[in-house]
């Protein structure tokens, strides 16, 4: 690389999303793509500091110590760490990770820094950053960490947080040994409750068996984590759970359950996110808020809550705990001071969020216009201060920046290009729109001089629009390329007045990415807007376009347009290329498809595809990369470049780079760090020449575009919003992008800015519309004469249709329609039958598996045998062949039961028995036989005589042997029922072939009877005859069969065969002769006397009676004689074939029912032996479960066998590293007791050092040499933090100590100064004293040091003989264990399971689960009079309970009936009160108040009176009465006249009634068939005004009830005021 100048970082947006942190007390620092972004929060200025490796991976900093530390993102990273704000290089750690760190952690005091990484190894290191050195690392750690976190309070504590887990590693240090310990945190179940107790559990063998097989459960998964100043850690979950934690005691506390009804509301739908402690509580950070709690032990309040526009991410404390940070992953930082305001203030506002383009405006502001993924536009001033945005709020593709007008145009992908006025900086506007594609933008393109816009997309078409305002960015047209178009650049030629734009299209062959393709048009400047510029489309025509057409020898990735040449990259060969143009002779036909050669190529990008970028004086040529370089080249020597690492290739290096005018300024946009990066161009030596080149080139430019700027941009700044009304003065374009849209209307609702609904036309489809209507318009008359015609014509047409149909031969009128339909009909049956017969290949090949499976390999086929009466059924046992092995294995298994009978046989030969006792024993035996062996198949006679017996069973040799030879029961067991069942099904068949002949013999004999009866014919079914379920016959195929052309002959063939059969069978005339004149017989048969009938006379049928001859008489006498003779005989054989038929019924019956008989015997025997096969099953059950079992227990032992032999290996360790250990701290005890002598030395020799000076100056010396610094005064000094630092007291760091120490030498120096020289001492002797002095602090804090590192040293030592005791106490547990594991191997040896055959009611057991871990299965055999006794007992018992329990239920019974006649007397005494209080308050009338004041006298007389006047009144009322009664029984008696009348007339109305509904219905149907609109229309007018009048109804009803209540009110205070009550009266 010859480098010409040098690449300058001049300012760098965005925000990732990853953490921010405190890098001093002001001053915040982040990653922004490739760089660490550093902000300050008071000035609010930003710095950037590039990585030196590749990318930033995970970054964390310490801002008590102005320390930062970040990792690479490469193969084998480094972690840099670095100081601020001297951005100087600490140290770079290597060799803790192969892909990637996840986490890194600074501790707060000391140079301690924590790492957890990535794929493979999962490692989390502790490092000493200064000299570059792991202390202690721990590898498959951290296998879902997500963040690390140092102990404040205490380095040697680290937290790691993973996705569902919570460990405490705690750093064991002796000296310069370090160990990570590790303490998992057992979090409590998502109800709130601990599933497993925390206490340390007994160590016994159950526990540690549990411990083997101990099942995860579902556990609160932790969120955030942060230490306390009492070094617990308070831990928030994602399910809204906050925990304290106590890594000493591994204790967990509840402090916000939010499932708990006690539950603060607001933090109930809370998930905690990030926390961070203060003084006197917690800040929390929710999904929707921020919170600050206030703890104080476990109970909890909300003391404040902040709600933010966006959600925070982070909050954290500045180091001087003065400033409260929040920072969102959207790509805001907020700032509060609570020691001054409440109020949040907004530091820093950048969207998140990828960048999809950037360009710089053609102004001397240089300011950079934007875009995001999510449609946001962004202005940033030359400095990279964000001046404004606004919001699209739709998926933007593009953009660029016109040159004679302060406006961007922007690519869309809904196919619209935007227009956004920038002329006010702080407000840009939407001013225009138009719709071009229904697909996305690619690319928009300027040329330099401003006279065109071009887009281009995936639909091969470029549209060029009018760049200028004046023309209302109008479409000029457009033309169509022969692919997708790849990328697109413009030049402009202001010799030859002529635009060129260089197109790169994917052919079809191409892959969409590359191509060999080059499209280059030409455009002239002037007059393309004229009527013979287009055609009527509006496609632009070949005198004014200029198409030519290149080929390059390999495909091309990008490429950009100079003046005469073509700067292009090949990913491929992975170089730059130029190609030469050649010249432009105005010959179309020489300049397509010419093959252009490179004319230089050079060495590209490391990692491809690479864009390119052309300066507008094309003296630089600019190329990025996905390897995030940024590579600058002067196009006359290539080979030159310079080079700037501005993005991360781990994130898809860079998007696109762009040029300011002057050609100095470039940006870059990363492709998915989200990063926008501008950067200078610095040339250096003899180079300057070209800076100067293209700074004097944009001056020209700009003064050659000022005067159409200066028209141009005016006529902008008048553009309304779009949406609003147009300008005075200007025009709408004729064809608009779509309709308009207000802005005001966008920010309510974001579905309808700026896409286009899908009935929305395009340019192309607006204006091809509009011709169309025109042509509508102009051809209207000619459509319509020829529609006339096209109609007249089909009618002629139907018509000779009709005609040839009723002719006899048809003929085709178009044989090329016939011809494409049939081969279109044959296509379609191929295909039809193409789809059938794979159809039917998949349905035989599934045939064959499953008949290969279930049917072939099956030694007996499930069949059945059904009874002829009744539905009894009996199935056989289904059998596969044995296999080879299984044969093998019982082969074995009875040679070794020969042989073991053998032997036992040999070592137990007993005396000989007398007969007696011989059979005495036999007797025994065969008794205990069925009910020992626990089967029936003994009993059966197919048991195995080498079957063990069961109390034999005592290794799992025999077992499985057991297992093999119960199996061979089984088998035998079913293969002889088998036999059986075979022999009766033959049985079957045979006697269905009986009743089948008998059934024939009775059809004859019905034949002959002229009987007609159905007869019982029985059959088989598909169970019983499974083999006809795999044949198909004929009748079940129900579709016609299709059938080949070969099949077809074949059939016609034998059809004919069988016609000249029959045909020679009918002419046999020797048969016919014979059967004419014997029937078919030479003799009569008895069978045919039915059929013999003796024939009249002749002279009988011709002659009546009385014509009759003597002879003639005679004849027919005998005629007659033989008739009778002959009926008589069919009588009697008639009577013979009946009793045939019901023997032959009867034999058929008794047939059948045998066999019923014999089908029902062998039910019973297939009942005896599923039993006996369940029996045995069960005991192979059985053995097979003691097998597991034992296999089960062989694995633990090998388990614990495992462990054991690794905790002896650790012990060994252990021992090892103690016994090194007590000889480093007894090593280091003499050392430490050295110095102590030494220091002790020196206290002593200080007299003798001063023994020339005077007693009393030594003394005065002694005291001095004795006096310190003040603890007081060195705190004052090193404690300057604020009181709101929650860790400002007792932090114990590693770098305190030598801090500590530098800061007693400070102070000594105040003591050593000459004003403290006492008098009359010498300055020599001072000096002296100093010396030694200081030689005594300097050994007093050696002592220190040794003994806090012997402390030190002494505790780890203890802590690790508490570890080989730990083990030594694990060691004995896994013994214990191994032993208590080989007695249960051995008791289930020993303890076998035994099957018993016992009858119903002889044992009894209690009904507990036997799936249950603890049910009890040892049972024990009573005999049955034991249990009848226990049945009395209890009987007994239970009848004297009954009568307790009666004679309980009657006292409380009593004792109910007391309660409620208490009840009943307090509830009357309730109401004795309510009546008496009723009482009081009842209210008289005037009368009554009257006679309250009146004498007993007058009370009297008035009553009398009222009597006599009462009297009176009911005489009148009587007469009254009597009056209306009569008058009353008129009225009735004239009613029911009435009503006879009206029964009469309801009578005939009732006649006429079904001829009237008639009529009725018929109107209705007339009435609904006409008038449905308007009933319904009526219909819903009555709802609404029944609606209308219901609501009027309840106002007014309302209105009346507050009336009623207001007069009730009235009415009862006017009531208490005229009628008082008796406790009124009484007063």
Not at 205 to 232: E, G, Y
Not at 357 to 369: E, M, P, Q
Not at 661 to 690: E, F, H
Not at 1090 to 1097: A, G, R, T, V
Request: aromatic share 6%; glycine share 4%; hydrophobic share 35%.
């Amino acid at each position: 690389m010859n480098e010409f100048g040098s690449l300058e970082l001049r300012w760098i947006q965005g925000f990732g999303n990853k953490n921010t942190e405190f890098v001093e007390n002001k001053t915040v620092c982040y990653t922004c793509g490739n760089h660490i972004c550093f902000l300050n929060l008071e000035t609010r200025t930003q710095n950037a500091f590039p990585s030196p490796g590749r990318g930033i991976g995970a970054l964390t900093a310490n801002g008590n110590s102005g320390i930062f530390a970040f990792s690479e993102e490469k193969l084998s990273p480094s972690i840099y760490v670095y100081s601020f704000p001297e951005l100087q290089l600490k140290n770079e750690l290597k060799g803790g990770a192969q892909l990637d760190y996840t986490s890194l952690a600074l501790s707060h005091g000391g140079p301690y820094l924590g790492s957890c990484s990535s794929l493979p190894d999962h490692i989390i290191t502790v490092w000493n950053w200064e000299n570059a050195e792991p202390l202690c690392s721990q590898p498959q750690a951290g296998q879902d960490v997500v963040s690390l976190a140092f102990n404040p309070m205490n380095w040697l504590q680290l937290c790691s947080l993973g996705t569902a887990s919570l460990t405490v590693w705690n750093i064991a240090k002796s000296d310069s040994l370090h160990v990570l310990q590790p303490s998992t945190i057992k979090l409590p179940a998502p109800g709130g409750t601990f599933s497993e107790s925390q206490a340390p559990s007994s160590q016994n063998v159950s526990n540690i068996m549990a411990k083997l097989h101990q099942s995860t459960r579902a556990r609160l998964t932790p969120s955030a984590i942060c230490w306390t100043a009492t070094s617990k850690l308070y831990v928030g979950c994602a399910e809204g759970f906050l925990l304290l934690v106590d890594p000493e005691s591994h204790s967990v506390s509840v402090l916000s359950n939010p499932t708990s009804a006690e539950s603060i509301p607001e933090l109930r739908r809370n998930s905690f996110q990030r926390l961070t402690p203060n003084n006197n509580g917690l800040i929390a950070v929710g999904k929707e808020s921020v919170v600050h709690l206030q703890i104080k032990g476990s109970q909890i309040n909300i003391a404040q809550t902040w709600k933010l526009e966006r959600p925070v991410t982070t909050v954290m404390y500045s180091p001087d705990y003065k400033t409260l940070l929040f920072s969102s992953n959207t790509g805001q930082i907020y700032v509060l001071n609570p020691a001054q305001s409440d109020r949040i203030v907004k530091i820093f506002d950048v969207l998140s969020g990828n960048f999809v383009t950037a360009t710089l405006l053609h102004n001397d502001k240089n300011i950079c216009v934007s875009l995001k993924e999510s449609g946001e536009l962004q202005l940033w001033s030359s400095d990279g201060i964000c001046i404004s945005s606004l919001s699209l709020q739709v998926e933007v593709t593009c953009l660029a920046c016109c040159p004679v007008a302060h406006y961007a145009a922007v690519g869309t992908t809904t196919g619209k290009v935007l227009f956004i006025d920038l002329n006010q900086e702080q407000r840009p506007r939407l001013v225009h729109e138009v719709l071009l594609y229904h697909s996305a933008v690619d690319h928009l393109v300027f040329d330099h001089d401003g006279h065109y816009l071009f887009t281009g997309g995936s639909d091969s078409h470029i549209y060029v629009l009018e760049a200028r305002p004046s023309k209302m960015f109008s479409v000029i047209g457009y033309t169509v390329l022969s692919g997708c178009i790849l990328s697109l650049s413009a030049q402009c030629n202001r010799d030859m007045n002529k635009v060129k734009v260089l197109a790169l299209c994917a052919g079809e062959e191409d892959r969409k990415k590359d191509s060999s393709l080059l499209t280059l048009l030409s455009l002239p400047t002037q007059n393309l807007g004229g009527p013979d510029s287009i055609d009527r489309h509006g496609c632009l025509s070949s005198h004014v376009l200029k198409v030519f057409t290149f080929t390059v020898p390999r495909p091309l990735t990008s490429c950009v347009l100079g003046l005469s040449e073509i700067f292009a990259y090949c990913h491929r060969s992975k170089t730059l290329q130029r190609f030469v143009l050649p010249e432009d002779k105005g010959d179309l036909s020489d300049q397509q498809g010419v093959e252009l050669k490179p004319v230089q190529e050079v060495r590209g990008h490391p990692l491809g595809p690479a864009s390119l970028a052309l300066s507008p004086h094309r003296l630089w040529l600019a190329s990025v990369g996905r390897d995030g370089l940024l590579r600058i080249r002067q196009t006359a020597s290539m080979e030159r470049y310079i080079e700037l690492q501005c993005h991360s290739c781990r994130f898809g290096g860079v998007r696109n780079v762009s040029f300011s005018t002057d050609g100095c300024t470039l940006l870059t946009v990363g492709l998915k760090d989200g990063s926008l990066v501008c950067t200078n161009i610095r040339v250096k030596g003899g180079d300057v020449s070209k800076m100067n080149e293209a700074t004097q080139y944009s001056k020209s430019t700009a003064y050659f575009l000022k005067n159409i700027f200066d028209t141009e941009n005016p006529i902008l700044i008048n553009f309304p919003v779009w949406g609003q009304v147009s300008p005075v003065g200007t025009e709408t374009p004729e064809v608009s992008g779509g309709p308009s849209v207000n802005v005001t209307e966008r920010d309510r609702d974001d579905n309808n800015l700026l896409r286009a609904p899908p009935s929305q036309p395009t340019w192309l489809e607006s204006r091809r519309e509009g011709l169309l209507k025109e042509d509508q318009e102009k051809y209207s008359e000619m459509k319509k004469n020829l529609m006339e015609t096209i109609k007249e014509l089909r009618d002629s047409i139907q018509e000779m249709i009709r005609d040839s149909e009723n002719q006899p031969e048809h003929f085709n009128l178009d044989v090329e329609e016939e011809r494409r339909l049939e081969a279109m009909v044959e296509q379609e049956v191929t295909r039809v039958r193409t789809e059938i017969e794979w159809d039917i290949v998949e349905k035989c090949y599934f045939r064959d598996v499953l008949k290969r499976e279930c049917w072939d390999t099956m030694k007996v086929i499930s069949r059945t045998i059904n009874a002829f009466h009744s539905d009894l059924e009996v199935l056989n046992y289904p059998l596969k062949e044995q296999t080879a092995k299984e044969l093998e294995d019982l082969c074995r298994v009875q040679n070794m039961r020969k042989l073991e009978k053998a032997a036992c046989s040999l070592g137990n030969l007993k005396k000989d028995l007398s007969a007696q006792e011989e059979e005495e024993e036999k007797k025994v035996q065969d008794a205990e036989t069925a009910t020992v062996t626990g089967s029936i198949s003994a009993q059966l006679g197919y048991s195995n005589p080498y079957v063990y017996d069961q109390f034999s069973l005592k290794t799992i040799e025999q077992r499985i042997n057991q297992i093999v030879l119960l199996q061979d029961v089984i088998y035998r067991v079913k293969t002889a029922f088998n036999a059986d069942f075979e022999a009766l099904h033959k049985q079957k068949m045979k006697e269905l072939k009986r009743v089948r002949d008998r059934n024939k013999h009775i059809r004859e004999i019905m034949l002959q009877l002229d009987m007609h009866e159905e007869l019982w014919e029985p059959s088989l079914t598909n169970s019983e005859w499974p083999e006809r379920l795999l044949a198909v016959e004929v009748s079940e195929i129900r579709a016609e069969r299709y059938l080949t052309a070969e099949q077809k002959e074949e059939e016609e063939r034998r059809k004919l065969e069988e016609e000249r059969r029959l045909a020679a069978q009918a002419d046999d005339s020797r048969e016919r002769a014979l059967d004419d004149m014997m029937d078919g017989v030479l003799e009569v048969k008895k069978e045919d006397i039915l059929k013999m009938e003796i024939p009249l006379p002749e002279f009988v049928l011709t002659k009546p009676d009385i014509q009759w001859s003597e002879e003639e008489k005679k004849v027919f006498k005998e005629y007659e004689k033989k008739a009778k003779e002959l009926s008589e005989e069919k009588e009697k054989y008639k009577k013979l074939l009946e009793i045939e038929i019901k023997k032959l019924h009867q034999s058929t019956k008794e047939a059948t029912e045998r066999f019923d008989e014999n089908l029902a015997k062998l039910l019973e025997k297939k009942v005896n032996c599923t039993v006996a096969i369940y029996q045995e099953e069960l005991k192979i059950t059985y053995l097979v479960e003691s097998v597991l079992r034992e296999e089960e227990m062989r694995s633990q032992e090998q388990e614990l066998k495992l462990q054991l032999e690794k905790m002896l290996a650790y012990k060994d360790e252990t021992e090892e590293r103690l016994k090194k250990l007590e000889d480093e701290v007894e090593l280091l005890q003499e050392t430490y007791d050295n110095v102590v002598l030494e220091d002790k030395s020196l206290d002593k020799d200080f007299r003798r050092a001063f023994s020339d000076l005077p007693s009393h100056m030594v003394d005065c010396l002694y005291k001095m040499f004795k006096r310190r610094p003040r603890a007081q005064k060195m705190r004052a000094q090193m404690d300057n933090s604020n009181n709101s630092d929650p860790f400002k007291e007792n932090r114990l760091c590693g770098s305190q100590a030598p801090d500590a120490f530098s800061q007693m030498l400070r102070a000594m120096d105040e003591l050593d100064a000459p004003a403290n020289i006492p008098e009359g001492l010498s300055t020599v002797a001072w000096e002296k004293f100093c010396h030694v002095r200081r030689t005594k602090v300097e050994s007093e804090q050696k002592v220190k040091t040794k003994a806090l590192t012997l402390a030190e040293m002494q505790a780890f030592l203890q802590k690790k003989r508490n570890e080989d005791k730990a083990a030594q106490e694990e060691i004995k547990n896994l013994s214990k264990a191994l032993e208590s594991l080989h007695r249960r191997r051995t008791d289930l040896l020993m303890d076998t399971m035994v099957q018993i055959i016992l009858k119903q009611g002889q044992v009894e057991v209690t009904t507990t689960d036997p799936t249950a871990d603890n049910a009890d299965t040892d049972f024990i055999l009573y005999h049955r009079s034991v249990v009848d006794n226990l049945r009395n007992v209890i009987r007994t018992l239970a009848e004297q309970k009954i009568t307790s329990m009666v004679a309980c239920k009657d006292v409380r019974k009593g004792m109910i009936q007391l309660e409620w006649e208490n009840k009943v007397m307090r509830k009357q005494i309730e109401d004795l009160y309510d009546k008496e209080k009723n009482i009081k308050m009842l209210q008289l009338s005037e009368e009554q108040q009257k006679m309250t004041h009146r004498s007993k006298s007058d009370q009297e007389s008035h009553t009398s009176k009222q009597i006599s006047s009462l009297e009176k009144s009911i005489a009148l009322m009587e007469t009254t009465h009597k009056k209306s009664v009569q008058q009353r029984l008129r009225k009735i008696e004239q009613l029911n006249k009435r009503a006879a009348a009206k029964t009469k007339k309801s009578a005939d109305l009732e006649q006429q009634l079904p001829e009237m509904h008639v009529t009725v219905s018929e109107l209705r149907h007339i009435c609904e068939a006409a008038a449905m609109a308007e009933n319904e229309a009526a219909a819903q007018e009555e709802r609404y005004q029944e609606i209308v009048k219901r609501s009027k109804l309840k106002e007014l009803a309302r209105a009346q009830a507050e009336n009623l209540a207001f007069l009730g009110a009235e009415v009862e205070r006017l009531t208490m005021k005229n009628f008082p009550s008796l406790d009124q009266l009484k007063h």
